[in-house]
């Protein structure tokens, strides 16, 4: 049985076998954008533990926060080390970065700090990023439907939090951007899209997480660790915990109620996680108030 666009994830607490107890051991394919973020690496691990055979693809447009590039390989590397299978591939786009006016990449703005519904936070748009990015996917999923003559799934890691403020992760989007791969090629009605975080938010991602980890036989912080969602990383790699993404991570891992095995820093050097989550409830206060 293949998987659709149709399988979401709840809030309610429960265990991913209860959530999609007709997909054990898929062995269908499934392509990736692997950022080396948390959202995306959770969705890796989902794939992974229902069998899927799995193509990850990373991006590397000329980003400031490059660690991402180096978590994903990490994480890749661990995952094989754990003789877990995959196809990984890094698709180099850096020539774009001269041309791009975002705050993300290099030589842009600087990123902001705060809350992610601040108006500030346009500033952190690509132009027509995930637009770049989805054409790639598509064309990499619809060539593998057509040399196995096999349905290919490309899966998305959209969740109910990801913010109006970036037009192309709206559903209207995603809708033409699938309305015209459609039309432009031949037998793309072999490619669908499966989205199994609809309908959750970082915390139930992370939660998946978990339980794909140990399903797996995984340890989740020598996972996590492995990944990163700062866009202002300090040039050891540690993450910082100001920017918007930052404090969308931290909130997570706190309603999951353990320390995220990422090591944090401001620009005094390494910091505790109790200063993280001091700092990150006070700007979720700030907001909420």
Partial sequence: MRLTNTGSL?????????????????KGHAVLALSGGMDSSSLLLHLLRYG?????LSFDYGQKHRVELERAQELVDYLEANDIDLTYKVIKLDGLSDLLNSALVTGGDEVPEGH???????????????KIFSSLIQSVALSIANRTGEYVDICLGIHSGDHAIYPDCRQEFRDADEQAFQLGN??????????PYLEGDKYTILQSGLESCEYLGLDFDEVYKRTNT????????????????????????????????VQYANEDGPVDWETVVEHVQGVLESYEG
């Fill in 10 to 26: 709840n809030k309610t607490k429960m265990t991913q076998l209860e959530l999609f107890p007709d997909y054990m051991n898929n």
């Fill in 52 to 56: 899927f055979n799995v193509t990850a």
């Fill in 116 to 130: 992610y519904a601040e108006e500030n936070m346009k500033a952190t748009v690509v132009p027509n990023r995930n």
């Fill in 186 to 195: 031949w037998d793309a009605d072999r490619v669908k899209y499966y989205t």
């Fill in 230 to 261: 700062s866009y202002k990383p300090f040039p050891g790699g540690e993450s910082d915990y100001k920017s918007a993404s930052s404090v969308e991570r931290v909130e997570a891992f706190i309603k999951l109620g353990r320390p995220d095995p």
